[in-house]
């Protein structure tokens, strides 16, 4: 019998077939990333003549918040995904919630580290960090960096004065990237608790995608992330675009609004809707509140 053909990294025409494999093919754990908080068990997922690794989180393995009492983070995971994908941007690797050989759990295409020694692939206006440029090493995937000094440099955009030990600081940025400007915008729109450098992964083909969206759609104003640098800076036309779409799909009856009912509760669903509108209204990136720490720890 032949081997499965192994599935690339996602591109727009693959999505459902990469869903219907993620959603009904045999999942067989072969490993575990001990450094996430809870489980993540790393598999190949098999269905028919396809196949593919992926990340499985059971929801037996997930360590309650006392913040996130309903729900759980894989029922949050998919529905960031699926706002994901209502934009059209593709930011979230495809993802289901499906039942495991440990219970239920949310099961997501895995995104290998881009190799190609092109830290910032794809249209990216990036450029010199300035003197002093030290590299984030892989997290993010080269599109954040800590600068001597205090101007970014050109193609970067500020974020936070860093504390780098020896009673030393350096300014912490990002790219100044349209790839990372758009995940900036469905952070805001899923209340994105936790946007750290690692959960950035750029693909080989050029394409941005983020992980870890279990800490997303709380009620109340819980943004957290490394990508502060276009604060209080106007939404591109693009963004005003793809918001003036999504709050159409979020509508009461419409598929979106029905199944992202199934994943979080009546409330956060309208603090959804609320964001989007408050997005459209306001016409710019959102700014921190000043209530709690505006970046993740740690960051990486």
């Known amino acids: 019998m032949p081997a ?28 575990r990333i001990r450094e996430a908080s809870n489980a993540v068990l790393l598999c190949t ?7 593919a ?14 913040d996130f009492p309903d729900g759980n983070l894989a029922q949050r995971e998919v529905a960031a995904y699926l706002v994901s994908e209502a934009t059209g941007w593709g930011l979230v690797p495809p993802t289901v919630l499906r039942d495991g050989p440990y219970g239920e759990g949310m099961v997501q295409l895995w995104i290998g580290p881009d190799e190609s020694g092109e830290p910032d692939g794809g249209d990216t206006d990036s450029g010199d960090a300035g003197d002093g440029y ?7 995937g080269g599109l954040l960096a800590l600068v001597e000094g205090e101007e970014a440099g050109e193609g970067w955009k ?11 600081t350096a300014l912490l940025v990002h790219a100044d990237d349209p790839r990372l400007r758009r995940l900036a915008v469905l952070d805001a729109v899923i209340n ?33 992330t490394l990508l502060w640098g276009w604060a209080g800076e106007p939404l591109t036309g693009e963004a005003r675009e793809v918001l003036t779409a999504l709050a159409a799909r979020l509508a009461d009856g419409e598929p979106l609004a029905t199944r992202l009912a199934e994943l979080i509760t009546p409330v956060e ?32």
């Open 192 to 224: 994105n608790g936790d946007r750290k450098g690692g959960h950035l992964l750029p693909a080989p083909d050029g394409r941005l995608y983020g992980i870890d969206h279990g800490v997303t759609f709380h009620r109340e104003d819980k943004l957290r």
């Open 4 to 31: 499965p053909e192994r599935l690339p990294a996602p591109g727009v025409s693959a999505t459902g077939e990469l869903e219907e494999l993620l959603a009904r093919g045999e999942l067989t754990v072969v490993g």
């Open 134 to 140: 030290t590299a984030e090493g892989e997290s993010g």
């Open 45 to 51: 997922v098999a269905y028919g003549d396809l196949s």
């Open 269 to 300: 669903l309208a603090a959804v809707r609320a964001r989007v509108a408050d997005l459209l209204r306001t016409g710019v990136h959102p700014q921190p509140s000043g209530q709690w720490p505006a970046i993740p720890w740690p960051p990486v």
């Open 158 to 168: 500020p974020v936070a004065l860093a504390d780098v030990g020896e009673g030393r």
């Open 53 to 66: 690794e992926c990340v499985y989180k059971p929801v037996k393995g997930e360590r309650p918040l006392w």
